[in-house]
Nanobody, 124 residues
Framework: QVQLVESGGGLVQAGGSLRLSCAASGRTFNSNAMAWFRQAPGKEREFVAKISAYGGVTYYADSVKGRFTVSRDNAKNTVYLQMNSLKPEDTAVYYC?????????????????WGQGTQVTVSS
């Protein structure tokens, strides 16, 4: 089992930045690919970014590429999402997820453990 707890969400103006954190506990963290997903009101949950178990491979949704950066610190059992140049359309609940594989995918069904989510609101 892996327990995930997100933090760092909040209200920010368009063009601003936030850094989300996801602290993991439980089984070995550095054998899990990690990802961030988000869900806006009335929309389906969508993939945002992922990072491989050892941190060497990252992948982003086109909508956030160049603005968001995913990283991890396996010594701290934590994964981060640095979000810059935020837009109102980035407003959503952001979830971190862990897969029982080294690289993960971009479908939510590929992830086995989920956090409770953290709200990000970007005002125009």
């Amino acid at each position: 089992q892996v327990q995930l707890v997100e933090s760092g969400g909040g209200l920010v103006q368009a063009g601003g930045s936030l850094r989300l954190s996801c602290a993991a506990s439980g089984r070995t963290f550095n054998s899990n690919a990690m990802a961030w997903f988000r869900q806006a009101p009335g929309k389906e949950r969508e993939f945002v970014a992922k990072i491989s178990a050892y941190g060497g491979v990252t992948y982003y949704a086109d909508s956030v590429k160049g603005r968001f950066t995913v990283s991890r610190d396996n010594a701290k059992n934590t994964v981060y999402l640095q979000m810059n140049s935020l837009k109102p359309e980035d407003t959503a609940v952001y979830y971190c997820a862990a897969a029982q594989t080294l690289y993960g995918g971009i479908q939510d069904r590929e992830y086995d453990y989920w956090g409770q989510g953290t709200q990000v609101t970007v005002s125009s």
